[in-house]
């Protein structure tokens, strides 16, 4: 298998079993999509000649509904949605010259999504085989305020380097979104287990081998220790909810409490937090004056542990009055943040 980046995404290459392993079991990916066709072009007569050429037949029934996707960087094209157009009339003009008929448009719910990819010169048309946004694991219950999405989630569970012997606390649980991925991961449980996918409505499926695939453990489960708790009982009873529907409440212990009173649930683990950073809950006057509290709350009652606060609100690693190890820049969506790593240990922790 070979992995490369790629423009805004990575590349790699196997075979429908891996397309299947990637798509249960990827719990950062957003999309897998297959590359069906590159082309080069100066204009939309050179796009929608490119997009019909394609055998789109062979790749799905006329009976599926589609939609169509068209994102650019440095495309000559001056209008995506004339772009998005013409690739929708080439596939359907295509369906038509062989079958006598075309495919509905349904962007709501399709079947099957294509995404085109055009760059200066070249574009890329795939076909998307996860469907539904790999995000939706299909367990959420209920959304609290200013929900992480799920591969977010794992990836800052990744980044935390907690390993699933330790204890792990998320002292702003919300509806539960980072207990809820890192108990999956300790028990081995696959992110896709619960959706259905994209490639099932394509007509190279395999449901024999997908069966197989499915029903594999490849992780053994380990006996976690994860706790978490929030201020409000409205999020915790939604936490509740999304644990219970994915499958994993049993070993999350969930209280109502305040960081900033709370005691360590154990001498020493993993601290991993959301918290409000202004741009949807908290006003940046509140969250000045809750920092220096903050800092103060853990040096006091989680020595030993390390902490990791994950936040668009780059005022916190100054008024928080304790020294980061380690900023990692994340996305959460359009939003830059950082993911903050504090290593809390008895006394200061300032240079």
């Not at 719910?109 to 694991?137: C, M, N, Q, W």
Request: aromatic letters at 10%; one cysteine or more.
């Amino acid at each position: 298998m070979n992995v490369n980046a790629a423009p805004g995404g990575v590349a790699f290459s196997g075979d429908w079993e891996l397309c299947y392993r990637a798509n249960l079991w990827s719990r950062i990916a957003s999309r897998i999509l297959w590359r069906v066709a590159d082309f080069p072009y100066k204009n939309e007569k050179d796009l929608y000649d490119a997009v019909k050429a394609v055998d789109w037949p062979r790749h799905f029934a006329v009976q599926k509904k589609i939609r169509v996707n068209v994102t650019a960087q440095k495309s000559p094209l001056k209008s995506l949605e004339f772009a998005t157009l013409k690739v929708k009339d080439a596939v359907c003009d295509r369906f038509r010259d062989k079958l006598g008929s075309r495919p509905d448009v349904d962007r709501a719910a399709p079947d099957v999504r294509i995404h085109a990819f055009l760059e200066e010169a070249k574009g890329t048309l795939y076909l998307d085989t996860s469907g539904e946004a790999l995000f939706k694991r299909g367990w959420r219950m209920d959304i609290a305020d200013a929900p992480l999405r799920e591969n977010l989630a794992a990836g800052i569970i990744m980044l935390s380097g907690w390993k699933f012997d330790q204890p792990l606390l998320d002292p702003m649980c919300g509806g539960g979104t980072l207990l809820s991925e890192a108990a999956a991961m300790a028990r081995g449980r696959a992110p896709g287990a619960k959706r259905s996918f994209g490639f099932e409505k394509l007509s190279v499926f395999d449901a024999k081998l997908w069966e197989r695939v499915r029903n594999e453990r490849t992780v053994a489960p380990v006996e976690a220790r994860l706790y978490g708790s929030d201020t409000d009982p409205e999020a915790l009873t939604a936490a509740r909810r999304n644990l219970g529907a994915a499958g994993v409440e049993r070993w999350v212990k969930l209280e109502q409490a305040d960081v900033l009173e709370r005691a360590a649930p154990e001498p020493s683990g993993v601290m991993v937090a959301n918290p409000p950073y202004g741009e949807r809950i908290g006003s940046p006057e509140e969250l000045a004056a809750m920092y220096p509290k903050l800092g103060d709350a853990l040096k006091k009652r989680f020595a030993g542990w390390n902490c990791f606060f994950f936040t668009a609100d780059q005022r916190m690693a100054k008024l928080i009055r304790l020294q980061p190890s380690r900023r990692t820049p994340l996305w959460n969506g359009a939003i830059e943040c950082r993911l903050y790593e504090f290593k809390i240990v008895s006394g200061t922790n300032r240079k």
